[in-house]
């Protein structure tokens, strides 16, 4: 799966190969994962997950900016973001050092 875009299909296919459960189960488990990953984000605003990363929904004021063609102020309005902080576990993992634990 390295390089590319890793789509759900990717996941629940791997879910497949790996743990033994059927593809349409798989899909179902992977869906499942997701949303509740979704729903802990919207009802509380951060997700930890070990060894992987935290997931923080933060808000950002409004503020001014410009457009680049015309050089107009736009006003833009606040918002919520999405923010991934990667665990120290990943960090090490993705530069090929050897995990720690």
Do not use: C, H
Not at 4 to 23: D, M, P
Not at 51 to 71: A, C, H, L, M, Y
């Amino acid at each position: 799966m390295a390089g590319r875009t890793v789509t759900r299909a990717q996941l629940a296919e791997a879910v497949y190969q790996q743990i033994g459960l059927s593809r349409s189960e798989s899909a179902e488990l992977v869906d499942s994962i997701l949303g509740e990953i979704g729903d802990a984000l919207v009802s509380e605003g951060e997700v930890k997950i070990s060894s992987f990363g935290t997931f923080i929904v933060r808000q950002k004021g409004e503020r001014v900016g410009r457009n680049p063609k015309t050089g107009t102020e736009v006003p833009i309005l606040p918002r919520k973001v999405l923010v991934f902080r990667a665990s120290q576990v990943l960090k090490s993992r993705i530069n090929g050092e050897a995990a720690s634990s």
